[in-house]
């Protein structure tokens, strides 16, 4: 499955965006589609992810700001992102997890300003 990752930008600090995810293919059957975001000099880490099942897990410095949902009808993943901080500034990565496959998109910038 092919992944275009967007909704990227420039934004102030306190602001939101909304990062959309598209599949090529439907996403019903993938178990976990997730987000993943790489800092410059930091290692890439799991923001969010959503489960074929509807559980969802956010990395602790997201919670209560970024939201992440499924739309299986238009194989698309979003992540909502509320209260927008500089240390969010990073490059955002999509992610599908289907069995041992395991796909990538290519990322979409975030930069934060203060």
């Known amino acids: 499955v092919q992944l275009q990752a967007s909704g990227g930008g420039l934004v102030q600090a306190g602001g939101s965006l909304r990062l959309s995810c598209a599949a090529s293919?439907?996403?019903?059957?993938?178990?976990?589609m997730g987000w993943y975001r790489q800092a410059p000099g930091k290692q890439r880490e799991l923001v969010a992810f959503t489960t074929d099942g509807g559980t969802t897990n956010y990395e602790n410095s997201v919670k209560g700001r970024f939201s992440i949902s499924r739309d299986n009808a238009a194989n698309t993943v979003y992540l909502q992102m509320n209260s927008l901080k500089p240390e969010d500034t990073a490059v955002y990565y999509c992610?599908?997890?289907?069995?041992?496959?395991?796909?990538w998109g290519q990322g979409t910038q975030v930069t934060v300003s203060s």
């Open positions: 992610n599908a997890l289907q069995g041992f496959r395991n796909y």
């Open positions: 293919r439907s996403i019903a059957s993938i178990n976990i």
